[in-house]
């Protein structure tokens, strides 16, 4: 499968408050190479040429290390940190034109994928022409991140916090893992539609799947069945320094 007409998006522009790193999240040092790199190189393996990199805070010491190792990927910047919707935005806006579809990754969360999950992503997306596919994991517990919601149907329609899931007594839930692929031309004219949350004045992306699910253009899901290619910065938070170095040791072995 050719992916010349595949852009990508990587979310690299926020702090690393939860992991109590005052440098970019995305420069830890995995096996002697910035997290944000092992994404850039996974991307160059896939064939995908147009590269955007959403840099915000720290984004000079972003820049510098990404030209450091060579990669000629383009930047968009992200001058308030308004969430997750808003950085995509701005890198929807570097897309290259000729491209139709658009890969999107967190950066904290996508350095540990083998190729083979995130062209099984890409392929399920484009040969079902659909507006969007999204990557999940499986959890028999609620978590802090919430899960995904689902109608009698089994359609998508929205996302559940942890809090809905328990008084719904949801027992499986599946949640976002920090890769995407969407039809870039529909993504750029709903994502307007997404509204600030009130309470953290930001505009959450996962908000697309009931934009699209009240439009009856329903998003899918492809599951990532090997968690160990997966770790949520979002679980880190309580850790101390010393442990998430060794655990951040370990990465270069899961990913092999």
Known sequence: MSNKNI???ILAAGRGDRIKS??????LNVSGKPILIWTLELLTDLGIKDIIVVVGYKAESVKKIVK??????????????LGTAKAIQLGIKKME?????????????????????????IK???????KGTLLVVRSNTPTTLGGLKRDSKGRLI???GKKEMVINKIKQNEILCGAMCFDG???????????????????????IIKIAAKKRQFLETVVLQDQNQWNSMNFWGDYKQTKLKKELNLWKMKRR
Do not use: C
Request: net charge positive; aromatic share 12%; charged share 25%.
């Open 124 to 130: 399920h997306h484009v040969n079902k022409s659909i």
């Open 158 to 160: 929205g996302v559940m």
């Open 7 to 9: 852009s990508a998006v």
């Open 97 to 121: 034109k000729k491209s139709n579809d658009l890969l999107i990754l967190y950066g904290d969360d996508s350095s540990l994928y083998k190729s083979e999950i995130i062209v099984k992503l």
């Open 185 to 207: 031309r529909w993504l750029e004219k709903n994502i307007n539609l997404i509204k600030k949350n009130p309470k953290s004045g930001e505009y959450p992306f996962p908000e």
């Open 68 to 81: 450091k190792y060579g990669f000629t990927s383009k930047f968009a910047f992200q001058k308030k940190l």
């Open 22 to 27: 005052t440098n970019s999240k995305v420069l």
